[in-house]
T-cell receptor, first 116, second 114 residues
C-alpha cells in the first residue's frame, strides 16, 4: 500500500507571507498531481509533475518533484486571500506509466487560510 | 478543457430510501471512473474504481451491496446508495480518466440523510 504524508495539515497565515506544503512517501510515483479544492466543490487540478527533479511554476505557485519521485512540494509566494482552500497532493502508481488510469494515492490535505 | 458533470449536487432524503448519483464525462471517453467519499476538512477516500463494461473494484471496508456502481457506457457511471441511513451522509465525488486526459473530478454531491 502506497502512502503519501502531507504536511502541514493546517496553515493560517497573513496576506503577503510565503508558505510551503510538503508531500513525502517511501514509494516511487510515476507522477504527482496537486489539486486545490474549495468547500462544496470538487478538486481542481493545478499541475502534474512527471520527471524527477522537475520544477513547474504557475504564477505565484512553484511545484517541485523530488529527484527520486518520492516527494513533492508546493511553494506559494506572497499568498493572497484567494489562495484559501484545501490543497491536495496525489501520486499516480508507477505501473500506470504516468497515466491517470491507476488509483491515485492522496495526501491528507492542507487547509490553507490566508487572512487579509 | 475536459469536464466531468456530477448530478445532483445536493440531495436530502429520508432514511431507508435509495439515492442515485450520476457522473458524466462530457467531452472525452472515460474508460475508468473513480468514486470517492469526503468528510469535512479531510482528504478524499477512494470507495471504488469502475471500468466501463465490467464490475467495479471496491476498496477494503466499502460495502458493495450498499454502494452499487454501474459503468454502462464510456460517458456515464452511477453510484446508488441503497437503503441510506444518516451515517451515509457525506460528500461524494467522482472522477473520470481516459485517453490522454488526466483524472478530472466532478463538483461533488452533498448527501444528507434525515
Amino acid at each position: 500500500t502506497q502512502l503519501l504524508e502531507q504536511s502541514p495539515q493546517f496553515l493560517s497565515i497573513q496576506e503577503g507571507e510565503n508558505l510551503t506544503v510538503y508531500c513525502n512517501s517511501s514509494s516511487v510515483f510515476s507522477s504527482l498531481q496537486w489539486y486545490r479544492q474549495e468547500p462544496g466543490e470538487g478538486p481542481v487540478l493545478l499541475v502534474t509533475v512527471v520527471t524527477g527533479g522537475e520544477v513547474k511554476k504557475l504564477k505565484r505557485l512553484t511545484f517541485q518533484f523530488g529527484d527520486a519521485r518520492k516527494d513533492s512540494s508546493l511553494h506559494i509566494t506572497a499568498a493572497q486571500p484567494g489562495d484559501t482552500g484545501l490543497y491536495l497532493c496525489a501520486g499516480a502508481p508507477f505501473w500506470a506509466g504516468g497515466t491517470s488510469y491507476g488509483k491515485l494515492t492522496f495526501g491528507q490535505g492542507t487547509i490553507l487560510t490566508v487572512h487579509p | 478543457g475536459a469536464v466531468v458533470s456530477q448530478h445532483p449536487s445536493w440531495v436530502i432524503c429520508k432514511s431507508g430510501t435509495s439515492v442515485k448519483i450520476e457522473c458524466r464525462s462530457l467531452d472525452f471517453q472515460a474508460t475508468t471512473m473513480f468514486w470517492y467519499r469526503q468528510f469535512p476538512k479531510q482528504s478524499l477516500m477512494l470507495m471504488a474504481t469502475s471500468n466501463e463494461g465490467s464490475k467495479a473494484t471496491y476498496e477494503q471496508g466499502v460495502e458493495k451491496d450498499k454502494f452499487l456502481i454501474n459503468h454502462a457506457s464510456l460517458t456515464l457511471s452511477t453510484l446508488t446508495v441503497t437503503s441510506a441511513h444518516p451515517e451515509d451522509s457525506s460528500f461524494y465525488i467522482c472522477s473520470a480518466a481516459g485517453g490522454n486526459q488526466p483524472q478530472h473530478f466532478g463538483d461533488g454531491t452533498r448527501l444528507s440523510i434525515l
